[in-house]
């Protein structure tokens, strides 16, 4: 396969990678782009290791949809788990670089596409003045299921956890305006401004990108996720999906990372064949 993504290098080595898909208006997460990241990290490998990484879209109308809906409904059980773990493996690449990382978000990012955004370090958001207010979330449980790439481990760990656990549990989204204080750590007021905050981001954190996770559910913040977890619990709706949520974020707390992405994948995988989930998707294609 030959790599398709634009990428580009500064002299100074900050690698920037755009997510685009020619043959799509918006680009979604499918086995195409995840097939293109790997290849892109491929080839990173071979250079000198990068001093930063931005990941952008290059998509005008979206930074990421969310995953493809339709191609993953197409798999059997095993071809799904195998779908989500490589997706998983693609974007612990980003989240294993020794260097600062930063995602762009130029416009929506829901479900996969926040969750490979929070695989970086840094988020900076651009919220233009007088533009239409763009979403951003995990709307998953809202179709009966729940996010397959920690998610729920990587939302918690970036704003007041028992908010996060209970818009993961709804599938809630906001408006890039009205996100929770911490989701961001940078916002411009111009789309052109994005690559700056992210070069500045880079610089003024030159330390961030030496862990093993991307930012989650860990030492720092498990008593605080804990306590969020228990102040909404009674209140989550008694769902299939809500459930799923909630035992992700407990084996999180109990385990840690690797078992709690393990735990989202195999309760996603159950999750879709609920009729709760087959009713709400067979919605959702409907309307394409």
């Known amino acids: 396969m030959e790599l398709q993504l634009r990428s580009d290098r500064t002299a100074d080595g ?37 001093a930063g990484f931005v990941l952008r879209s290059g998509n005008p109308r979206v930074f990421v949809a969310g995953a493809d809906l339709a191609e993953i409904d197409a798999l059997d059980d095993t071809a799904l788990h195998a779908y989500l773990t490589e997706g998983a493996e693609a974007f612990a690449r980003i989240s294993s670089l020794s260097c600062p990382s930063v995602a762009c978000l130029n416009r929506t990012a829901l479900g996969g596409g926040l969750e490979i955004a929070m695989h970086c370090d840094g988020l900076v958001a651009a919220i233009v003045p ?3 207010p763009w979403r951003i979330g995990l709307p998953e449980a809202g179709l009966g299921l729940c996010p397959g790439w920690g998610g729920t481990q990587m939302l918690p760990a970036r704003m007041d956890p028992a908010e996060a656990i209970r818009m993961v549990a709804t599938g809630g989204t906001w408006t890039a305006d009205a996100a929770p204080s911490g ?8 789309e052109d401004a994005l690559q700056e905050a992210a070069i500045t981001y880079i610089k003024g954190n030159p ?31 008694n769902t299939p999906s809500a459930h ?12 840690g990372w690797a078992a709690a992405i393990a735990a989202e994948r195999r309760l996603l995988v159950g999750l879709r064949h609920t ?4 009713e709400r998707l ?5 309307k394409k």
Not at 282 to 286: K, L, M
């Open 282 to 286: 067979e919605a959702f294609f409907a």
């Open 207 to 237: 330390d961030v990108g030496s862990k093993p996770t991307p930012r989650c559910i860990d030492a720092n913040n498990v008593e605080a996720v804990r306590s969020g977890l228990e102040s909404v619990k009674l209140d989550l709706p």
């Open 130 to 132: 007088g533009d239409k």
């Open 183 to 190: 989701l961001f750590d940078a916002i411009v007021s111009t």
């Open 275 to 278: 009729p709760q989930a087959r």
């Open 14 to 50: 900050i690698v920037t990678l755009w997510l685009e898909q020619p043959h799509r208006s918006v680009v979604v997460l499918d086995q195409w782009l995840l097939d293109q990241l790997h290849l892109f990290f491929d080839l990173l490998d071979r250079e000198p290791e990068p």
């Open 244 to 255: 799923a949520v909630r035992e992700a974020v407990e084996i999180g707390i109990a385990e």
